[in-house]
C-alpha cells in the first residue's frame, strides 16, 4: 500500500516541483526566484532528493514480442518482466547546447523536468527502463561535473554502477567503457544504451520493442531500434530496413541494409515516401562481447584502451592512473560511425522498427510541441500567470526568472527568460541557438554557459 501510494504521489508530481536553489554545480547556479507571484511548484528544476522508486520482479516473468507491424500481437498488460541478464547502460553527456539557457553545462537537459511532471529525463528514463532489469544491472555513464547530481536525483543507482568518464570522447568510448566494465562482471551480459535526454510515449510498446531486441541480440547480432518516422526530419540519421531475420521470438526484427547520414528536406521525404527508413534513436541492445568485438575489428586502438582501463577499474588507485594516461589518447567518435555503420555492411546489424512516440528535444520548437496548450497559444514552461499575451499565436515562453513577461503581436517567438540571462528567437531558428552559445563563450561569458 505504501509503495502504491508513493507511486501516485510521483505520477501527480506532489512532492517534486519545487523551486529551489542549486549550489556546488559548477559553471551555473539558479538564484531564488525573486518574484512572490512565481509559483515554486512549476519548474524544470530539480535540486532536492527524490524520494526512490524501487520495482522489483520475481525471476521467471515471460515476455513476448512487440505489438507491430504485420506480427501484431495483443499487448501484454504492464508489469514486472524482468529479462535475466539483460543490463541497461545510459549514457548521460552533452551540454543541450540547443536548449540554452535553460541547459547549462553544469545542468544539463536531462537533468531538468521539462514536462513538468515531476520526474527529470533521466529519471523517466530509469523509471522507463527499470521493469526489464533492475538497480543492480542498471549503469549510468557520465562526467565528473555530473555525478552528484545524478546520484541526489537517483538515490536508488548503486555506487559501483556509476560510470565516471574524466571528459567527453563521444558515444563509442562512453559505451564501450560500460560494456567492458560488464563483460567482465558477466560474460553472457546483454547491454541496452538509452540516451539520459530522450522523451517517450507508449512506455509498453518500447518495453516490448527491448525484448524483442534482446531476443535478436542473443543471436550475435548488434541491434538497434528504429523510431517510425512522423514527419520527413533533417535533423535525425535514418535506417534502411534490410531482409527479415525469422527469428520466432522476434518476428519483426530485419537486417540494417544501411545507416545514412541526415538528409536534405527532400531526400528526407524520398526515404519516408518509400516505407523502408526509420529514424535512428541511437539505441543500440547486444552482448557485451559482440560490441568489444566489433570494435577490436573496426576500432583496435580504442578497444585496446577501453580494455586496459577495465582492466583495472575496481582498483580506485589504478583505475585513476590507467584513465589519466588512456583516457586522453582514446578516439572521440560516436557508436554509429565506429562500429554499426561498418558492421551492416558485413550484415552484423538488426533492426526492431517500432511504434512508440519519441523525441530527442533537441531545441525549443520541439519541446513546445511536446507541452500543452489551448489552439493557437504559447506554450508555457513554467507558472502560466507569469505570462500575459495579447493577439499572440504560437511560440514557447519559459518563465524562469520569476518577473512577469508580457508580449504582444508576436508569434512563433522563443522566450526563454532566466536570472541571469534572456534569449529571444524563433521557433523556426530555434536550431541555431548553439551558434549564440559558442558566441557567448567566445565573448567571455562562459560563466552563463
Not at 538564484?31 to 524544470?44: F, G, M, T, V, W
Not at 543541450?96 to 523536468?113: A, V, Y
Not at 535512428?280 to 566489433?294: E, P, R, S
Request: with cysteine; glycine share 8%; net charge negative.
Amino acid at each position: 500500500m505504501a509503495n502504491a501510494a508513493l507511486e501516485r504521489q510521483v505520477r501527480e508530481g506532489l512532492q517534486f516541483n519545487h523551486y529551489g536553489s542549486r549550489t556546488g554545480t559548477p559553471g551555473f547556479m539558479t538564484p531564488a526566484p525573486p518574484s512572490p507571484q512565481l509559483r515554486p511548484k512549476l519548474s524544470p528544476f530539480l535540486s532536492h532528493h527524490i524520494p526512490s522508486i524501487t520495482t522489483s520482479s520475481p525471476d521467471g516473468i515471460s515476455y513476448r514480442p512487440s505489438p507491430l507491424g504485420d506480427n501484431t500481437l495483443t499487448a501484454f498488460p504492464f508489469g514486472n518482466r524482468d529479462i535475466p541478464g539483460f543490463y541497461v547502460v545510459i549514457p548521460a553527456g552533452g551540454a543541450g547546447t540547443r536548449l540554452w539557457p535553460l541547459s547549462r553545462e553544469g545542468h544539463p537537459k536531462f537533468l531538468l523536468d521539462l514536462t513538468l511532471k515531476g520526474r527529470s529525463l533521466i529519471q523517466a528514463t530509469w523509471d522507463r527502463l527499470l521493469p526489464l532489469t533492475s538497480a543492480a544491472r542498471t549503469t549510468i555513464v557520465a562526467g565528473p561535473a555530473h555525478v552528484k547530481s545524478i546520484r541526489e536525483q537517483l538515490p536508488d543507482l548503486l555506487p559501483n554502477n556509476i560510470f565516471c568518464e574524466p571528459g567527453p570522447k563521444e558515444s563509442m568510448a562512453a559505451i564501450g567503457l560500460a560494456a567492458a566494465i560488464l563483460a567482465r562482471r558477466d560474460p553472457d551480459a546483454v547491454i541496452g544504451s538509452f540516451a539520459a535526454d530522450h522523451m517517450i510515449s507508449g512506455d509498453d510498446a518500447f518495453l516490448s520493442a527491448v525484448a524483442e531486441a534482446v531476443e535478436v541480440a542473443r543471436n550475435d547480432y548488434l541491434v538497434t531500434i528504429g523510431i517510425a518516422p512522423s514527419h520527413p526530419s533533417t535533423g535525425f540519421g535514418y535506417i534502411r530496413l534490410g531482409d527479415k531475420l525469422g527469428i520466432k521470438q522476434a518476428p519483426n526484427a530485419r537486417l540494417v541494409s544501411s545507416f545514412k547520414e541526415k538528409p536534405d528536406a527532400r531526400t528526407a521525404a524520398q526515404y519516408i515516401g518509400t516505407g523502408a527508413y526509420r529514424w535512428n534513436a541511437g539505441m543500440f541492445v547486444t552482448k557485451a562481447t559482440v560490441l568489444l568485438d566489433l570494435l577490436r575489428q573496426y576500432k583496435p586502438d580504442l578497444a585496446d584502451g577501453l580494455e586496459r582501463i577495465a582492466d583495472v577499474w575496481d582498483d580506485e588507485v589504478l583505475r585513476e592512473s590507467v584513465l589519466s594516461e588512456v583516457w586522453p589518447g582514446l578516439e572521440k567518435i560516436a557508436i554509429d560511425n565506429a562500429v554499426a555503420e561498418p558492421a551492416a555492411a558485413e550484415g552484423k546489424v538488426a533492426v526492431v522498427p517500432a511504434t512508440f512516440g519519441w523525441d530527442d528535444v533537441g531545441d525549443f520548437s520541439s519541446l513546445a510541441d511536446l507541452l500543452p496548450a489551448e489552439a493557437n497559444q504559447p506554450r508555457i514552461l513554467g507558472d502560466s500567470h507569469l505570462v500575459l499575451t495579447e493577439q499572440v499565436a504560437g511560440g514557447i515562453v519559459v518563465p524562469g526568472s520569476g518577473r512577469l513577461i508580457a508580449c504582444l503581436g508576436v508569434d512563433d517567438l522563443v522566450i526563454v527568460d532566466m536570472p541571469d540571462t534572456l534569449l529571444v528567437t524563433t521557433r523556426a531558428r530555434s536550431q541555431e541557438v548553439k551558434r549564440l552559445v559558442k558566441k557567448a563563450r567566445d565573448a567571455g561569458w562562459k560563466q552563463l554557459l
